[in-house]
């Protein structure tokens, strides 16, 4: 229950904003520098590599972060007819965000193994890599428009896959209502996969909500 704990210390909560910022500037960097190898500079063209959070935030995507500590960022601007193969490209593309979460995250988990630091800076860590990978679990749900929904797209027709992302939102708040009318299927989801893989990382148990 970490997350839900961060808006009763004013220290971890500043920790929690700054770890937000992080990770969702590496996430959708990702993504457009991963277009911008594939081919499409659009994203490139648009400012979109870039660590600067403000470039990549989401007004609605954000408003979830900060409220229930899951969210996604400002989606990356990609034309599928600069690659070269537009349905597996897009799903590198789609990919390398949730990918980047968790080496960023890997990377601060080595840091907490082996380097000892200071209790805060510690704390501070943990928040990091606990948000990162809130980031990387949330997106790779196979529901529009996450990242994870690129997936499905592969085994789709465009009509199939169009039809698809349309009931992709109305879906994914059904999933965030249920959890906070007693049915939590969204959270245990998160914190199973997300708890298994902080474990694994620092070698601490520990559920974000």
């Not at 968790?102 to 082996?114: E, N, P, S, V, Y």
């Not at 890599?129 to 196979?142: A, G, Q």
């Not at 997300?194 to 559920?207: A, K």
């Amino acid at each position: 229950m970490l997350l839900l704990s961060l808006f009763r210390n004013p220290a971890e909560f500043v920790f929690f904003i700054v770890a937000i910022f992080l990770a969702l500037s590496v996430h959708e960097s990702a993504h457009a520098w991963t277009a911008n190898l594939f081919g499409d500079p659009t994203a490139k063209q648009a400012g979109r590599i870039s660590l600067n959070p403000f470039a990549h935030l989401d007004p609605m995507g954000t408003l979830f972060l900060l409220l229930l500590g899951f969210g996604w960022g400002k989606p990356v601007p990609v034309n599928p007819n600069n690659f070269k193969e537009p349905k597996i490209d897009e799903l590198t593309v789609a990919l390398a965000g949730p990918v980047s979460n968790l080496i960023f995250a890997a990377i601060f988990g080595l840091i907490i193994r082996f380097i000892p630091m200071p209790e805060i800076l510690t704390t501070f860590l943990y928040i990091v890599i606990l948000i990162n990978l809130v980031l990387m679990t949330f997106n790779l749900l196979p529901i529009a428009p996450l990242d994870g929904s690129r997936m499905v797209s592969v085994f789709l027709s465009d009509k199939a896959y169009l039809i698809f992302q349309q009931c992709g939102m109305p879906l994914l708040l059904t999933l965030i209502l249920l959890t906070y009318v007693g049915v939590p299927i969204l959270s245990q989801i998160l914190n199973t996969v997300v708890g298994g893989v902080f474990r694994i990382l620092t070698g601490t148990n520990l559920t974000p909500f």
